[in-house]
């Protein structure tokens, strides 16, 4: 055998990725979307740490409209690896970049006049007439051009031969918390820049202000198409949006126990010996750390092992954490610990993980480092469709 660098052994800690799991969502999403809503399959920051081109490729397979993303290189790399479907910048562009996106039909948000004049070069340039989306900030004053500014930016484009006003959107500043009246605010001034292009006699096929806590809980809010991130992976956006039973967390992190130490009395653990063990103990170590995404945490946490929990002792490394076995005898050099995902019956949530970094979902989903290897697996199962239609659909977890 070559000893090559393609082909060391992965080392014993990583982040597993269900894609027919993730294919099964896609067709829970879908299934639940009045059919003549499309579905933007949000994949930027590598589909929240689960990896865009197998994401794409799955949720464009599962009906999805297009991607979308934020930087230009997510998107390039998509194309390079030969997808074909529209792919929707979220975020600002660099003039600069503008080039690469007509050169390549990658759909740009614009939003000032600057931005419209230039692109509308490049396309008669380009001999091209390129869709355009305007982004509306309707109130939470990140990207976009103002609701109550936005007529004369879309007279101007609408002017512009080379470019096809294809989409409006807005973003909410919060669709996912029981209390809506912000999220209502926003939709009546989004509406008020319809009613004026209506006004104009414009007509533009993609209308879309929703992501996954808009699409589950603001129904009035779908128009013609629903911009879906984190739900694709199982993760419901808050504790209080609605449910849509049956979807299920597409990734996991697992490590295998590297080391195993007994405790004698009195003995301590780590650096900063932030524990001392209390009576006779057995601790288990496993090859992942903060330098992995795991949060800085001191005697905070668990993992499975076996499928039941052992406590987090000590203070995590770059490299390292350790777990109180002494109630798991049976646990052996190499098994598999589950530091986020099901072993068994029990289950390390991302919202648990959320909160020993003092954080959110989305920041642990796509905070886990690159150098944890992703395994794809169910990719089989992801070939072909895995929602039977008669079978009773398991409730979601809460
Ligand atoms: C990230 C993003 C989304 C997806 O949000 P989720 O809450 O993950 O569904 C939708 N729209 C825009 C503009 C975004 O930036």
Redo the contacts with the bound molecule.
Sequence with gaps: MKLHSENFPLRPAWTEIDLGKLRRNLQLIRRDLPGAVKLLA?V?DEAYGHGALDVARIALDEGAWGC?LSTLEEAMTLRDEGITAPLLL?GERQEAELSWCVAHDLTVCVNEPQIVRTLAKIATAFGKQVPVHVKIHSGMSRYGVRWDEALPLLDLITAEKALRLEGVMT?FAQSDETDKTFANLQFARFNEVLAGLAARGVSVPLRHTC???GFLDLPQAHLDMV?????LFGIF?SSVCRRIPGLEPVMSVKARIAAIQPLKPGEVVGYGMRYTAPSERRIAVLPIGYGDGFPRVRNQGSVLIHGRRAPLIGGIAMDALMVDITDLPEAQMWDEAVIMGRQGGEEITVHEIAKLKNSVS?DVLTGWRLRLRRKHVNRDIANRAVLDESAHVATAPA
């Design positions: 949000v930027k979308g979220l973003h992501n996954s806590g911009r879906v991130g984190i739900l956006p989305y």
